[in-house]
C-alpha cells in the first residue's frame, strides 16, 4: 500500500500564502502522476492541479491559474503545492492524489485550508 504524508495546512488571511507537501512511500519511477484535489462542505472534490513524473508537464483548475503551482521533488518522493494569493473560496480539504505505474490510485488523509480574514 502506498502511503501518502501531507502537511502544511492550516489557516491564512485573503491574499496571504500557504505551501502543502505530500509525501508518497514510493520512488518517482512508480509514479505515473501525483496532484491535489480540494473538496469544500457540501461540494463534490474537485481537481486542483496536477504534474506528470516523466515531464513534470501539469495542468491546473482554471479557478487556480496563475496563483498555485505544483512542483515535485523526485530524490524526496514529494509533491508541492504553493498557493499563493489566496482566496476564501479556496477554503477547503486538500486531498493529495497518486497515479501508480500498477494503475492504482491513492489518496492522502486530506488537510484543511483555512481562508479567512
Known amino acids: 500500500q502506498v502511503q501518502l504524508v501531507e502537511s502544511g495546512g492550516g489557516l491564512v488571511q485573503p491574499g496571504g500564502s500557504l505551501r502543502l507537501s505530500c509525501a508518497a512511500s514510493v520512488n518517482f519511477f512508480n509514479i505515473v502522476t501525483m496532484g491535489w484535489y480540494r473538496q469544500a462542505p457540501e461540494k463534490q472534490r474537485e481537481l486542483v492541479a496536477t504534474i506528470v513524473s516523466s515531464d513534470s508537464s501539469t495542468n491546473y483548475a482554471d479557478a487556480v491559474k496563475g496563483r498555485f503551482t505544483i512542483s515535485r521533488d523526485n530524490a524526496k518522493n514529494t509533491v508541492y503545492l504553493q498557493m499563493n494569493s489566496l482566496k476564501p473560496e479556496d477554503t477547503a480539504v486538500y486531498y493529495c492524489?497518486?497515479?501508480?505505474?500498477?494503475?492504482?490510485?491513492?489518496w492522502g488523509q486530506g488537510t484543511q485550508v483555512t481562508v479567512s480574514s
Open positions: 492524489n497518486l497515479r501508480a505505474t500498477w494503475a492504482q490510485e491513492y
